[in-house]
């Protein structure tokens, strides 16, 4: 089957990295032995706090 995952999007520049941080994300949960669906759905919580809550590190589009 095919899952989808929706979340609201958030109004925000600080984008910079965010695929890479899924995807290693996603690694770490699969490692931890959760199963897909809890790995994508844990990922996108904590990928969507961090793009509400940037680093701030340096000048120009954040980092996460």
């Not at 890479?20 to 931890?32: G, P, R, T, V, Y």
């Not at 959760?34 to 790995?39: F, I, N, Q, R």
Request: proline share 3%; net charge positive.
């Amino acid at each position: 089957g095919v899952s989808d995952y929706r979340v609201p999007r958030i109004e925000t520049t600080n984008t910079r990295g965010s695929g890479c941080a899924l995807a290693s994300l996603i690694a770490a949960c699969l490692a931890k032995g959760k199963s897909l669906e809890e790995a994508v759905s844990d990922s996108k919580a904590v990928l969507s706090a961090s793009m509400r809550r940037p680093a701030g590190i340096g000048n120009g589009t954040a980092f996460l």
